[in-house]
């Protein structure tokens, strides 16, 4: 695609990443084929390639309209696109710079704005988050069906940490919304990790990773929050931690780009770099000590567990490009996982989409719940907090983290 980008990016970093994204693209639509927004709406500026000309014309100087943005904003940015697109298309890292651009030139409705800054505001901070979590659960079954959709109910209580320290040590992200939304997850990954002699560390200070300000085009915040976790990681690596473990694969897309998004800071480029090469979704460390973990399972442990249907997130599978892997893992595992229609669409959480574009969310939320409950499995199985609080909102049989369900084999 020839491109020719106005004065006010093209010499910038942003500019210079963008204008060779564009160049990349040579409009062959594949995208369009897996893009859930262009399954449902059929229009082809709700489709990657609309929404690269719509960028394109943006970023060469073109007026930004309130059109242009709702395209943008109806993308669910899970990046599917780029799974199909034979080109290489870094169709997700465009799109952060194109919301980031028009959202400096098409001001919002008050209303949207506070919303969009209560979400920044809350999400990340855990105290705030908790206690309006907590109070929503406590009125949902009072509210009415459209409010008590987009409230999950409460979750499991956590078993406890282990308490081993061992030699081998991992540091772990907390996350900003998980430790409320689902505390079973990050001690259910401590205790399976120490059953193998490793030790997962809790990082003191470390929270949100930057996601949610990132995708609402708050990008210098987002930055900020990247910053936090680096300097709470670093003396851990220091010390000799071998990963940051991520139990929640919405982030680990994140974290692996904190090297690419810190690249011009000087003080912080070289550790970003150094954070995103050790960062690991939890799969990678589980398949890597695979034969220790089965050694500990016993024939009872499938004897007494159902029929399992994995939601693969879509930062998963087109995020991390590990389309597959966790399944296969699952099956070598000795987890009976039913076929999944669809399995490569998205099931309309995207982080905070569920909430800006709830229409489209809860259509692809019930696509997805239609798909994963086809062959009638006992529970639902996912590798994103956003995905498992989402589904758990439409479906009455449990929804979990595979960490979760694998720590409860052990245990059999």
Same mark, same amino acid.
């Given at each position: 695609?020839?491109?020719? $980008? ?5 010499? &910038? ?18 995208? &369009?084929? !897996?893009?859930?927004?262009?399954? +449902?709406?059929?229009? *082809?500026?709700? /489709? ?11 970023? *060469? ?18 990046? @599917? ?9 870094? %169709? =997700? ?9 028009? *959202? ?8 949207? @704005? ?21 109070? /929503?659960?406590?009125?949902?079954? +009072? ?31 907390? /996350? ?5 939304? @689902? ?13 193998? =002699? ?24 987002? $930055? ?22 991520? !139990? ?9 780009? %904190?090297? #690419? ?6 003080? %912080? ?32 442990? @499938?004897?007494? &567990? ?12 087109? =995020? ?6 966790? *399944? ?15 399995? #490569? ?7 905070? %989409? ?38 758990? !909102?439409? !479906? ?14 052990? &245990?059999?």
């Amino acid at each position: 695609m020839q491109t020719n $980008l106005a004065d006010f990016i093209k010499d &910038t970093p942003q500019g210079r990443e963008a204008d060779a994204i564009l160049r990349k693209c040579v409009h062959c639509g594949f995208c &369009t084929a !897996t893009c859930p927004t262009y399954q +449902l709406l059929g229009d *082809e500026l709700d /489709g990657p390639r609309g929404r690269i000309y719509l960028m394109k014309q943006v970023l *060469e100087g073109a007026p930004a309209t309130a059109k242009t943005r709702l395209h943008l904003d109806r993308c669910l940015s899970c990046r @599917s696109c780029e799974t199909t697109c034979p080109s290489g298309v870094n %169709y =997700g890292r465009l799109l952060d710079i194109g919301r980031h651009v028009v *959202e400096e030139r098409v001001s919002r409705g008050m209303l949207e @704005s506070l919303t969009r800054r209560a979400l920044r505001a809350v999400i990340p901070n855990p105290a705030l988050f908790r206690p309006l979590l907590r109070l /929503g659960q406590l009125a949902r079954p +009072l509210l009415p069906a459209a409010l008590k959709r987009k409230v999950p109910p409460a979750a499991e209580a956590a078993k406890p940490w282990p308490q081993g320290n061992h030699a081998r040590r991992m540091l772990v992200l907390e /996350g900003c919304a998980q430790p409320s939304l @689902s505390p079973a997850t990050n001690a259910a990954a401590a205790r399976v990790l120490d059953r193998i =002699g490793i030790t997962l560390v809790r990082a003191a200070g470390a929270g949100c990773c930057g996601a949610v300000s990132l995708h609402l085009s708050a990008q210098d915040e987002a $930055l900020g929050y990247m910053r936090r976790n680096i300097d709470a990681w670093w003396p851990h690596i220091e010390q000799g931690a071998e990963a940051i473990v991520m !139990t929640a694969s919405g982030c680990a897309t994140v974290v692996a780009d %904190y090297g #690419h998004l810190l690249a011009h800071d000087p003080a %912080y480029a070289g550790k970003a770099a150094r954070v995103s090469a050790l960062m690991k979704d939890i799969s990678e460390i589980i398949a890597e000590e695979k034969a220790k973990l089965k050694s500990l399972l016993t024939p009872l442990s @499938s004897l007494l &567990t159902g029929r399992v249907a994995f939601q693969a997130p879509c930062s998963l599978q087109h =995020g991390l490009k590990m389309k597959g892997k966790v *399944e296969a893992l699952l099956i070598d595992l000795g987890f009976n996982l039913v076929p999944v229609p669809d399995a #490569h669409l998205c099931c309309g959480s995207a982080g905070t %989409y569920s909430i800006l574009q709830p229409e489209l969310s809860q259509r692809l939320l019930a696509n997805k719940i239609r798909a994963l409950t086809a062959e009638a499995p006992s529970e639902i199985l996912t590798a994103n907090i956003g995905c498992q609080s989402h589904l758990q !909102t439409a !479906t009455g049989l449990p929804v979990r983290h595979w960490i979760e369900g694998l720590d409860r084999r052990l &245990t059999l």
